[in-house]
C-alpha cells in the first residue's frame, strides 16, 4: 500500500517562502510520476507541477512558473515543492500524489494521494 504524507504547510505573509514535502512509504518512489496539486476554497482542484520519476521532465502551471520549483531525492523517498514569493492566490490545500509509470514520462492522471497540507498566504 502506497502512503503519502505532506508536510511543510503553514500561514506566511505575501512574499514569503514555504518548502513543501512529500514522503512516500510503501513502494520505491523511483518509477513513479509525482504530482502537486491545490484546492481552494469554492473551486476545483488544479494541478500545479509534475515531475518524471527521473526528475528530467518537469511542467509548472502558468501561474507558479519563476516562482515553485519542483524536485525529488529518489533515495530518500521524497519530493519537495520550493514556494517562493507567495501570494495570496496561492491559498489552498496542497496534495501530492503518484502514478507508477513504466517510463520515464509525464501523466495525466494520478493513483495515489496523500491527506494535503493546508497553506495560508496573507496579504
Known amino acids: 500500500q502506497v502512503q503519502l504524507v505532506e508536510s511543510g504547510g503553514g500561514l506566511v505573509q505575501a512574499g514569503e517562502s514555504l518548502r513543501l514535502s512529500c514522503t512516500v512509504s510503501?513502494?520505491?518512489?523511483?518509477?513513479?510520476?509525482m504530482g502537486w496539486f491545490r484546492q481552494a476554497p469554492g473551486k476545483e482542484r488544479e494541478i500545479v507541477a509534475a515531475?518524471?520519476?527521473?526528475?528530467?521532465?518537469?511542467y509548472y502551471v502558468d501561474s507558479v512558473k519563476g516562482r515553485f520549483t519542483i524536485s525529488r531525492d529518489n533515495a530518500k523517498n521524497t519530493g519537495h515543492l520550493q514556494m517562493n514569493s507567495l501570494k495570496p492566490e496561492d491559498t489552498a490545500v496542497y496534495y501530492c500524489a503518484l502514478r507508477w509509470t513504466l517510463q520515464d514520462t509525464m501523466v495525466t492522471e494520478y493513483d495515489y494521494w496523500g491527506q494535503g497540507t493546508q497553506v495560508t498566504v496573507s496579504s
Open positions: 515531475i518524471s520519476w527521473s526528475g528530467g521532465t518537469v
Open positions: 510503501g513502494r520505491t518512489l523511483s518509477t513513479y510520476a
